[in-house]
């Protein structure tokens, strides 16, 4: 039967035109017809909810999770201006034209531990863990949000092994010959710290508790500004791992006493306990103890100071080759000497993701007690606003990927992990 136009006549009787102007459209067919529209406006599917207005972090709850949120372009500007994301992280920033960063349990969990936390105490110690590209890494940055925001002086490490195995350069301190300066590294984190840091450091004025000599001219007294000591290191680059240094102690120093609240976050803490590449001139290996920033910032794991919080993260990408060999049933053996057919290239995969096997006995030993947090891979509601997100930002562009089959096919293949649903979807 033909679809008719309907129209309404004078005395209210609905009315078809057709062939035969007499046909009349009764009631009850005018029901159907209403029934039958209300139906397919149903089946429509609603538009997918996947981001948040709200963008303070200590705000963050329950209603919050699995949704976007934007950190302003200014913060962001001051956070991660010389650090904090990998490079794919920062190619897929650049990409999407902003910082944003899913909202998820972990850090909602420790946002939550940190509200309620007595500063008069000992910090509690935070590690996160989980499998590889899990999104350890976005979860600290929301943690280094919330402290920025709630006015923690931040001190922040994102790559340690760029300290531990790939300086820009090293040597021998002129100061303890049983030490190896990293000037460069040092000079670069005492520029994010003051990136991060300055306008509040102004507002608390804190000051050194402590006289340094840096030289025969150079010295800081007793009451100057810690500002001072990292200018100096800035300025002065001979002296910049002797400043770093310096101002992890008078920072502790300060929060001891009720000056400021401290938040200590390192993502990867576990390359302070692996083994460097750095030598001495008599060609001796180092540790990271022998390392002065190294050094100076793993006494910020212990429990020997108050008035603050360390949130760590551990990645089981940098353990070493020589961990490796006793799984497989192998002699240690030398790079050159080893057979791929033996053993195979290296490979982490049946490693465990836990603290303990990770950390090693020592950095365990630092950190105990502490409360683990996993990171797990995403959950259902994590994985439909993921790939909303990346539909919005047109990161996924084909038709059959925003399907309920195709995303359930993306889902399948990257098995959730959000590095993983990253790379599956670059070329959808």
Known sequence: MPVMPVKLSANGVCQASARSSGELLTATSLGRLQRNLATVAQVQPKPTIFRTDEAEPAKHNDVH?????????????????????????????KTFRETSIMVRKPALEIINYLNKTDFNKPPNRYVLYGPIGSGKTYTLN????????????????????DWTKFPQEYSASSENPKRIDTPLDAAVWLQHFKAQNLNLLEELKLTSLNKYTWSLREHTNPGDSLMSIVEHGINRIKHASDCMAVLLKELKLNSEKGNCRLLVVADKANAFYEPTLLRFPDRTCATADDITIARAFKKLFKKDWQNGAVVASVCKKLVVPYRIFPIHGLKNRRERERVYKHWGPFNVDHISDYPRDLLTDEGFHDFDPFVPIEVEKYSDKEMVTCLEYYQDRRWLQRPAAFTEEGREEIKFLSGANPFHVYEFCSSL
């Open 65 to 93: 999770h699995g949704l976007f949120y934007t950190i302003p372009n200014d913060t962001a500007s001051l956070l991660f201006v010389l650090g904090g994301f990998d490079k794919e992280q920062q190619l897929m920033l």
């Open 142 to 161: 929301h943690l280094l949000h919330y402290g920025f925001s709630q006015k923690f002086v931040l001190i922040y490490c994102s790559k340690p092994t």
